[in-house]
């Protein structure tokens, strides 16, 4: 089982921003690429953002120009800049790792996930 530890969640107003992170054991990160994901209440489990190792990255339309993913492979942390937030960004956000084409599967399918991170945005 991935042990994959998100945070930076919070409640923030509308226009506000926020950084997540998501460690992941080293072993783990190097050579995946990383997503990350969010599930808001009565919802599906959606992708948001996707990292290659190398760097390249995948953005769903609904965060292009808002959200930023980024990662350090020194720390082996990923990031979600979030920028511009609106009502509608309120989820719990999760990362996790794997091959591109798995990362960027939406809805993800993954053997299992962590304990995720709550972004609320009011309005």
Do not use: H
Not at 21 to 34: H, K, V
């Amino acid at each position: 089982q991935v042990q994959l530890v998100e945070s930076g969640g919070g409640l923030v107003q509308a226009g506000g921003r926020l950084r997540l992170s998501c460690a992941a054991p080293g072993s783990i990160f190097s050579t995946n690429a990383m997503g990350w994901y969010r599930q808001a209440p009565g919802k599906q489990r959606e992708l948001v953002a996707a990292i290659t190792s190398g760097g390249s990255t995948y953005y769903v339309d609904f965060v292009k120009g808002r959200f930023t993913i980024s990662r350090d492979n020194a720390k082996n942390t990923v990031y979600l800049q979030m920028n511009s937030l609106k009502p509608e960004d309120t989820a719990v956000y999760y990362c996790n790792a794997g091959a591109w084409v798995q990362v960027t599967t939406s809805p993800p399918r993954f053997g299992s996930w962590g304990q995720g991170t709550q972004v609320t945005v009011s309005s």
